[in-house]
Every structure is written in C-alpha cells, then in structure tokens.
C-alpha cells in the first residue's frame, strides 16, 4: 500500500513542534522536523506570546517538511486552550495576545461571580472554572475599557490565530471554543447568557466548525514559497487536549488519561457532559472533542512547577536536563514536604521556589531546601493530587477505573508514573510521548479517508507506540502518607 502523509503543528505551553506522520500498513510512523522553545516575554509587565516568532518557526518547520517531504496531504494546527488574539476587520492585530499567566485575571473571579454566580456560568458552560478561561481575560478587558477590544471585529483562539495566518479564514472549532468558558455544550452554540451579561458581543465570536473540518488551503504566498498547491488546512481538534485525547492508546471502557506536559490533564472520555452538584463542586471540566465527545477532566498544575524551577535552577547557573533533576529527586527521602500543586500561589509567582518554601512553612513544615528535596516534593505532590482528582472522578462517574494511560512530554518522567501507580493503585501506562500531535494526525487522516474511524486510530497508534507499564508498588505506604499530605493541604485552605 501506498504510503500517505500529514502534517502537525503542536504547540505547547513551553514548547512547539512540526512532526510529519506517515502512515503506511496499519502503522504510523512521526518524524519530528522542527521544535521550537515557546516562552511567554514580558513587556512592561505583560506578559505576550511571542506569536509572530511562532508564526516564524511554523512557516521553518513548513519548509523543512515541505523539502523533505513533497506529498504531505494536509496541515493540522493544536494549541494549548484559552488564550486568544483580536483581529480587526482589515486583518490587522488589534494587540498582541496576551498570555494566560498575565496578572490581569489576579481577583477576576471575585468581580465576575458580582455578574453571574459561579453555579449559574457552571450550569450554562460545564467548564471548571479557572481564573485563567477565556471569559474572564474577555471580562478584564471589558473592566479595563480596553480600546483594543472595542476595536475587535473577531476573535481568534490560538490555532485560530495560526490557521488566519496561513489562510486568511477567521473561523474557530468546536474543541478550542468550549473551553473557553462562552460555549454551552447542551445547546451547542455560543451561550448568549454569558456574552451578554459580560459585554462581549456576540458578532465577535468566529463560527465553530466541528473537528476534522477542512478550514481552506494555504494562502498562495506561502504555498510559492513552498513550491506546492492546494494543501488544505484542517481543523483536527484546535485544543492540544482534545488531540492529546484522540492519541490515548486506550482500549474498552474503564480507563482514564493524564496528558501530562506543562499542565496534567486527568479524566475519561465521553459521550456526553456531566454538569451537577458534585461536578461543579469538584469543579470537573466538560470540553468538546472528537466526533462529540466530551473530555470530562480536571485541569491539574502540572509539570509547570518542575518547569519553573529548572529554569530558576539555570538561571543560577546550574542548567540542569529533566532526567539528572529526577536522579536528584530520587536520592532524597520520601514523605519529607507537601504541597497542593493547584494552590494558586503556584499559578505564577515571582519565583516557583519561594512560593514552595513559603507554602512549607506557612503550613508547620519543614522547608525544603536542597534541588532533590524541592523536586521531591514536587512530583510526590502532583502525585497526591492526582490521587485527590482521580478520588472525585470515581465518585461523580460511579464506577472504578482499572487502568491510567499517561501521555505527552511528562510520561517521560519514570519517578512521577511510578508514583502515580503507587498511590492510585493500579496499573499505568505510559505513551505516546507524542500523544498530541499523533491525535492530531489521525484526525486528518479520518478526514482524508486514509482510517475509517477513532477505534482503528487508536488501535493504529497502539501498534505503532512505545508504552510502558508501571505495576503498584508500596501502595499502602503511600496511602498512610497521603492522610498525612491532606492534612497539610487542607490546613493551608
Ligand atoms: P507542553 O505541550 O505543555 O509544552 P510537553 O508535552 O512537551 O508539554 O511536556 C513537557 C514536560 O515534559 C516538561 O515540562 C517535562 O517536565 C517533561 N519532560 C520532557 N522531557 C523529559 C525527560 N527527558 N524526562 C522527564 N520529563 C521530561
Ligand atoms: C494544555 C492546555 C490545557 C489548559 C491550558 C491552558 O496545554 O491546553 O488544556 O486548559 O493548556
């Protein structure tokens, strides 16, 4: 059989990638052709993506693929959710985007639940409500008479933005707008309730194309520059999420996920949303995917805080790789600091390894100080968290899961899937590290009728993948000491 390509543009929270997927014989092979350090720059105390730099690298990464590769079929965009550019009628950028990490949402939350209650825009929208959501950036704005907004004719999620770019089309898709907290997935539209009572106006927001939509074919320009015609854009899923999802070599129905990179993803697939009492008091997400499911999920801190402090770490000149910042976390003694990884203090701090020691001594404890005791803490607490999360998952589901799939960049971390199944007590399996962008492949590839459906790509990906299988290991150990990690959390709330 005749082998078939698609391209992938994944861009995360700390880094982007341009990975060509072949499929061929039932197996697809990546080729990663370009990856790109992605961070946030402050500007007068903004913090911006740096989105024509970005726009840079994809367009490198384009004619790295392009050159190597003359019979890619199709281009697909992921990005991390919420964030956001404003466009002005003309095509012009009215601002640029402003990340979601920004200060201007500090005590949004307060001031919006003034508009609507927290129950009322969990009801309309399913999404937890986090202080970073597209709606309250929108609403900060709005409180600020911001002249950018009102100079706004659309508004573009980040892959949006991207597909404008290499298009000229302003639409959006169905995954990257539920999450942006404005999208009422009962009625599946644009909640008027929200728009109205925030002061955004409805006309700002692009139509929503379902996933694996064809958006348009590359502009001309780009198309000369890369000496190829009639590439289309696809809409896989828009939110790195819901590709993350798709890539999930899951198998049956009792399984769950972490997309583990900068933030750790953990929930299940489904049919259809959960909104009651209990999901809006675990505060459980609802957000669009593939083929209308819902992602039910929780947004947990992440691997953020590790990124924080290696970056803190090189700043002190010692630059140290995520494996030898591991090694250290392993020398050190277990159950020594605890923290809540969701803790707000953590969001954005000044500096990640104050705020660390600073939770330790606020909550009685001792404070860590050496590189192992900070990582230490950190992965044990994530790994406390995720027990927290996968707690509540398993009450509001009714029903025991028996297997965790980890994906993304962090199922590279040994020492956090090793902890993961020792406190959760079942069996985890790690990859596709690529889980995103392999998500994003396949649904081009649905699209281009090269796989009949999600089943068969799951089932491509499962023979085409690395895994990995991490068995319980001191389980009832971790769960002496997790009483001991809620009674500090629970003192600092
Ligand atoms: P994002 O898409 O949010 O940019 P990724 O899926 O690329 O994130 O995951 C990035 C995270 O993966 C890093 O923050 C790091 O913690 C983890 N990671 C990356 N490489 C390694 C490695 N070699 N060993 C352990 N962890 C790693
Ligand atoms: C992960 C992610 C996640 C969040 C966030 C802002 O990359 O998309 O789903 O909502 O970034």
């Given at each position: 059989m005749e082998d078939r390509k698609f391209l992938a543009i994944d861009l995360g929270a700390e880094s982007g990638r341009v990975i060509v997927g072949i499929l061929k014989d039932g197996k697809l092979t990546i080729e990663e052709v370009h990856r790109f350090i992605n961070r946030p720059v402050d500007i007068l105390g903004r913090l911006y993506w740096n989105v024509t730099q970005i726009f840079q690298d994809i367009k490198d990464g384009l004619v790295k693929a392009f050159s190597k590769y003359r019979d890619i079929e199709s281009i697909g965009i992921d990005t991390w959710g919420v964030?956001?550019?404003?466009?002005?009628?003309?095509?012009?950028?009215?601002?640029?985007?402003?990340?979601?990490?920004?200060?201007?949402?500090?005590?949004?939350?307060?001031?919006?639940?003034?508009?609507m209650s927290r129950e009322r825009i969990y009801e309309l929208t399913g999404i937890q409500i986090m202080q970073i959501n597209t709606l309250f950036q929108l609403y900060s704005m709005v409180l600020e008479k911001s002249?950018?907004?009102?100079s706004a004719y659309k508004l573009l999620f980040m892959p949006d933005l991207f597909n404008f770019m290499l298009t000229g089309e302003m639409k959006t898709e169905f995954s990257i707008a539920t999450t942006s907290q404005m999208y009422n997935p009962i009625r599946d539209g644009w909640e008027e309730e929200i728009l109205e009572k925030f002061g955004i106006p409805k006309d700002l927001m692009p139509e929503v194309l379902p996933p694996g939509t064809v958006i348009g074919n590359l502009n001309k320009s780009i198309e000369e520059e890369l000496g190829v015609k009639n590439i289309s854009v696809i809409a896989p899923c828009e939110h790195d999420t819901g590709c993350a999802v798709v890539g999930v070599p899951g198998e049956g129905e009792d399984w769950a996920y972490i997309s583990s990179g900068t933030w750790s993803l953990m929930g299940v697939e489904l049919k259809s949303p959960i909104i009651n009492n209990e999901s809006l008091k675990a505060n459980f997400t609802n957000e669009g995917g593939y083929n209308k499911t819902f992602r039910f999920l929780k947004n947990i801190m992440g691997l953020w805080l590790l990124q924080r402090v290696k970056r803190e770490w090189a700043k002190e000149g010692e630059d140290?790789?995520?494996?030898?910042?591991?090694?250290?976390?392993?020398?050190e003694k277990s159950f020594q600091y605890f923290i809540n990884p969701d803790d707000v203090s953590f969001l954005n701090p000044p500096s990640m390894i104050k705020a660390i020691q600073y939770y330790c001594k606020k909550t009685g404890q001792e404070i860590p100080e050496?590189?192992?005791e900070i990582a230490r803490c950190i992965l044990e607490s994530l790994a406390f968290r995720y027990k927290d999360v996968f707690t509540d998952l398993e009450r509001i589901l009714n029903k025991k899961i028996s297997v965790l799939h980890i994906v993304g960049g962090g199922s590279q971390n040994q020492l956090l899937s090793q902890f993961t199944a020792n406190i959760l007590g079942i069996p985890v399996i790690t990859g596709p590290i690529e889980a995103t962008a392999l998500g994003n492949i396949v649904v081009q590839a649905i699209t281009k009728g090269a796989i009949k459906d999600v089943v068969e790509a799951r089932k491509i990906i499962r023979d085409s993948s690395e895994m990995k299988v991490y068995q319980p290991q001191n389980t009832e150990e971790w769960i002496r000491n997790y009483e001991k990690y809620k009674e500090v959390t629970e003192k600092k709330n």
């Open positions: 964030d956001f550019g404003l466009v002005t009628k003309e095509g012009y950028f009215a601002g640029i985007p402003v990340c979601y990490r920004d200060h201007r949402t500090d005590g949004i939350l307060e001031k919006a639940f003034e508009v002249s950018l907004f009102n140290l790789s995520y494996n030898e910042i591991t090694r250290l976390a392993e020398q050496k590189k192992g």
